[in-house]
């Protein structure tokens, strides 16, 4: 029996296992992940998109080695702290106030982007008086209730059990083709009495469908929805849990889409450190909860504070950061769009938008066993998309050009090895 099975074995009950890499990770560091026996791999994961800064990122680690040395307090829920003033001035003065967002407030809601979902779907339910919610095809929000029902893949709302109401579920932007204008096709269903569709509090949104596949909406197609929703009174809420901390080459996705959404959601790489973190951020008339009616015990965690605020100190206070993703996500586009080229022309598919890409194949088996080469070759990689047919390249945004050009080879014997 090797380690690998001996640690499954001790997790036996746990339903808590690593399906695609049968190793076992000791160190991480920037763009790499080390096992336990010293083997280097590029990390095209990012722990699902936590980690845009890379692993211990030596200045987020200074400030919070700092901090813990200064015994800062960790955890005091709702209790004013430093790292929390800190944290709630620096992102209004780097991220808020430079983009022009007007007057917006941040809420904490928990650890995980579920909790900024549910927190959003539920302030729009109260604030409208209706139930009713737009989601999209091949969107994900996350797998708790609320969240899970404005889920579009059936396998994850399936682990229900049972249909989950309140949810009218839409053609994303080009889920027909760009032929067809769903825009059109929802105005007129929103229009219609007849159409059976009740009015809905909101419309949830990811500007890039991160786990459904890659599927990016076009600016025009945002700025119409968010026309819809001004004309059937819902509020817009941009689920940027996965787009947003800078993934797509700016620190919001929708930010250079003139578009201003009431609601946002943030997590994942918001603490820039891999710690659980998640907020809404709303338009300040939409806060109309009481205090405490919306609670929950980990919401802001000081540790996450200092974090985040490090980050968004040390990348976002000028253009320079954005400015590198976005030459490197097209250094990685080209990249895959040569492997396009060589192994699947009319078969393999480049999506999405900045250093959120993925190659679309004919299928999830493909898919699967090009990450599977991948893996054997140093590279760790997952499939998104509801199929699993989508080879999903989310590193952390601080990888080297070298890193990419070792990563794109390795990807490219992979699919070699598969398609070739
Ligand atoms: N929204 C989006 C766009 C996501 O990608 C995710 C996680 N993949 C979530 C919500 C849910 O976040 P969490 O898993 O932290 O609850």
């Given at each position: 029996?090797?380690?690998?099975?001996?640690?499954?074995?001790?997790?036996?009950?746990?339903?808590?296992?690593?399906?695609?890499?049968?190793?076992?990770?000791?160190?991480?560091?920037?763009?790499?992940?080390?096992?336990?026996?010293?083997?280097?791999?590029?990390?095209?994961?990012?722990?699902?998109?936590?980690?845009?800064?890379?692993?211990?990122?030596?200045?987020?680690?200074?400030?919070?080695?700092?901090?813990?040395?200064?015994?800062?307090?960790?955890?005091?829920?709702?209790?004013?702290?430093?790292?929390?003033?800190?944290?709630?001035?620096?992102?209004?003065?780097?991220?808020?106030?430079?983009?022009?967002?007007?007057?917006?407030?941040?809420?904490?809601?928990?650890?995980?982007?579920?909790?900024?979902?549910?927190?959003?779907?539920?302030?729009?339910?109260?604030?409208?008086?209706?139930?009713?919610?737009?989601?999209?095809?091949?969107?994900?929000?996350?797998?708790?209730?609320?969240?899970?029902?404005?889920?579009?893949?059936?396998?994850?709302?399936?682990?229900?059990?049972?249909?989950?109401?309140?949810?009218?579920?839409?053609?994303?932007?080009?889920?027909?083709?760009?032929?067809?204008?769903?825009?059109?096709?929802?105005?007129?269903?929103?229009?219609?009495?007849?159409?059976?569709?009740?009015?809905?509090?909101?419309?949830?949104?990811?500007v890039v469908?991160?786990?459904?596949?890659?599927?990016a909406?076009?600016?025009?197609?945002?700025?119409?929805?968010?026309?819809?929703?001004?004309?059937?009174?819902?509020?817009?809420?941009?689920?940027?849990?996965?787009a947003?901390?800078g993934r797509t080459g700016t620190?919001?996705s929708?930010?250079?889409?003139?578009?201003?959404?009431?609601?946002?959601?943030?997590?994942?790489?918001?603490?820039?450190?891999?710690?659980?973190?998640?907020?809404?951020?709303?338009?300040?008339?939409?806060?109309?909860?009481?205090?405490?009616?919306?609670?929950?015990?980990?919401?802001?965690?000081?540790?996450?504070?200092?974090?985040?605020?490090?980050?968004?100190?040390?990348?976002?206070?000028?253009?320079?950061?954005a400015?590198?993703v976005q030459a490197k996500g097209k250094?990685i586009r080209?990249?895959?769009?040569?492997?396009?080229?060589?192994?699947?022309?009319?078969?393999?598919?480049?999506?999405g938008r900045g250093m959120m890409l993925?190659?679309?194949?004919?299928?999830?088996?493909?898919?699967?066993?090009?990450?599977?080469?991948?893996?054997?070759?140093?590279?760790?990689?997952?499939?998104?998309?509801?199929?699993?047919?989508?080879?999903?390249?989310?590193?952390?945004l601080?990888?080297?050009?070298?890193?990419?050009?070792?990563?794109?080879?390795?990807?490219?014997?992979?699919?070699?090895?598969?398609?070739?």
């Amino acid at each position: 029996m090797n380690t690998f099975e001996q640690f499954e074995q001790h997790e036996s009950g746990i339903r808590s296992y690593c399906r695609s890499f049968p190793v076992i990770f000791k160190q991480a560091r920037g763009a790499e992940l080390i096992t336990r026996e010293g083997k280097h791999y590029i990390d095209f994961l990012a722990g699902a998109g936590t980690l845009n800064y890379g692993h211990n990122n030596p200045v987020l680690k200074k400030a919070l080695i700092e901090y813990l040395e200064n015994d800062g307090i960790t955890h005091g829920l709702d209790m004013y702290s430093e790292a929390k003033e800190r944290f709630l001035e620096t992102f209004h003065r780097v991220i808020l106030e430079p983009r022009s967002f007007g007057d917006y407030v941040v809420q904490f809601t928990g650890p995980t982007g579920s909790n900024s979902v549910e927190a959003a779907l539920k302030l729009a339910r109260k604030v409208t008086g209706r139930s009713n919610v737009i989601s999209f095809t091949n969107g994900f929000h996350g797998v708790t209730v609320g969240a899970l029902a404005t889920t579009g893949n059936g396998h994850h709302r399936g682990a229900a059990g049972v249909p989950l109401t309140d949810v009218s579920r839409m053609p994303y932007a080009n889920y027909f083709g760009d032929k067809v204008n769903t825009i059109a096709m929802m105005d007129k269903l929103l229009s219609d009495p007849s159409s059976g569709i009740d009015k809905p509090a909101a419309v949830i949104v990811e500007v890039v469908q991160g786990e459904g596949g890659l599927n990016a909406a076009s600016a025009d197609w945002m700025r119409k929805l968010e026309k819809l929703c001004r004309k059937h009174e819902m509020l817009l809420i941009a689920d940027d849990i996965q787009a947003g901390c800078g993934r797509t080459g700016t620190f919001f996705s929708f930010e250079e889409m003139g578009i201003k959404p009431d609601i946002i959601t943030l997590s994942k790489s918001l603490s820039g450190f891999g710690l659980p973190f998640a907020v809404v951020v709303m338009r300040r008339e939409l806060d109309q909860w009481e205090p405490g009616e919306h609670n929950g015990t980990f919401r802001g965690n000081n540790h996450a504070f200092v974090t985040a605020a490090a980050a968004i100190e040390h990348f976002w206070t000028n253009d320079e950061f954005a400015k590198s993703v976005q030459a490197k996500g097209k250094i990685i586009r080209e990249r895959m769009q040569k492997i396009v080229r060589k192994y699947g022309p009319d078969s393999l598919f480049v999506k999405g938008r900045g250093m959120m890409l993925g190659i679309s194949c004919p299928d999830g088996d493909t898919a699967s066993a090009i990450c599977r080469e991948a893996f054997e070759m140093g590279l760790v990689i997952e499939t998104s998309g509801n199929h699993s047919q989508v080879v999903k390249c989310l590193c952390p945004l601080i990888i080297s050009e070298e890193q990419i050009d070792q990563a794109m080879s390795i990807l490219d014997k992979a699919f070699g090895k598969v398609m070739g």
